[in-house]
């Protein structure tokens, strides 16, 4: 395998990855040396690409860079313009401005050809959502991105008011709300919480002392033995 492909397919995997992955992991799949991995991530960021590293975390492909020119079918064409219309319809006024900004960005490393099929392309997401409050869609995805720990007031089915400080790990989209999944410290317990009934939130600069992974993880094995 030529350095050029494997620099290739260095940099597939790490956009495949949501978390940082390690060099170990790494030179297994690309079946290097983990030293030949160091050498090519450094080649990597030589020529621009912005990749984080973290000492016993691993690496992650960060955000700005430079998407090349676009090989997609046009089923796969249709799957992201209808991915991005349905984020276009959820209220949370970043990631639509973001969903208009991927959009743009797609239309301009499309072939010509398949450019003017997207913008032939009439597939729909029309989707209710219950209204919430902007600012603190902000905060948790913000708080999630810091993992810090959060405070708010929040109104259960019985209309009772609490307050709770919560590990925020994950945001869930379901039908008509938003669901964040957190660990709350009131509970000593997962627990999930609708953002149209927070009613105040507060960030904290108190960083939660598991990973968020972890804690996803480990959520996802909860959900999955109660559902049993």
């Known amino acids: 395998m030529s350095r050029s492909i494997r620099l290739l397919n260095l940099l597939q995997i790490l956009r495949e990855q949501r978390y940082p992955i390690t060099a170990q992991q790494l030179s297994e799949q690309l079946e290097i040396s983990v030293r030949s991995v160091y050498r090519d991530?450094?080649?990597l960021r030589e020529q621009g690409v912005n990749i984080e590293g973290?000492?016993?975390?691993?690496?992650?492909?960060?955000?700005?860079?430079?998407?090349?020119?676009?090989?997609?079918n046009e089923t796969e064409?249709?799957?992201?313009?209808?991915?991005?219309?349905?984020?276009?319809?959820?209220?949370?006024?970043?990631?639509?401005?973001?969903?208009?900004?991927?959009?743009?960005?797609?239309k301009a490393v499309l072939p010509a050809q398949k450019q003017e099929f997207l913008?032939?392309?009439?597939?729909?997401?029309?989707?209710?959502?219950?209204?919430v409050d902007q600012n603190i869609v902000e905060q948790v995805r913000l708080a999630i991105r810091l993992q810090v720990k959060i405070q708010i007031h929040y109104i259960d089915e019985q209309q009772h008011v609490?307050?709770?400080?919560?590990?925020?790990?994950?945001?869930?989209?379901?039908?008509?709300k938003m669901l964040l999944a957190a660990w709350c410290e009131l509970r000593e317990d997962f627990r999930n919480f609708r953002?149209?009934?927070?009613?105040?939130?507060?960030?904290?600069?108190?960083?939660?002392?598991?990973?968020?992974r972890h804690l996803f993880q480990q959520w996802c094995q909860q959900e999955v033995f109660n559902s049993k």
Do not use: C
């Not at 973290?54 to 997609?72: A, C, D, I, V, Y």
């Not at 913008?119 to 209204?131: A, G, P």
């Not at 609490?162 to 008509?176: E, I, K, M, T, V």
């Open 195 to 212: 953002l149209d009934r927070i009613q105040k939130l507060q960030l904290t600069e108190q960083h939660y002392p598991q990973f968020k």
């Open 54 to 72: 973290s000492t016993g975390l691993g690496f992650q492909l960060k955000e700005n860079f430079l998407l090349p020119p676009m090989s997609l």
């Open 77 to 106: 064409v249709e799957a992201v313009y209808l991915a991005l219309q349905w984020v276009k319809s959820i209220p949370d006024q970043a990631l639509k401005q973001a969903s208009h900004a991927v959009l743009s960005k797609l």
């Open 41 to 43: 991530i450094e080649s």
């Open 162 to 176: 609490s307050q709770r400080q919560l590990w925020p790990f994950a945001l869930g989209y379901f039908n008509d």
């Open 119 to 131: 913008n032939d392309t009439y597939l729909k997401s029309i989707h209710y959502w219950l209204e």
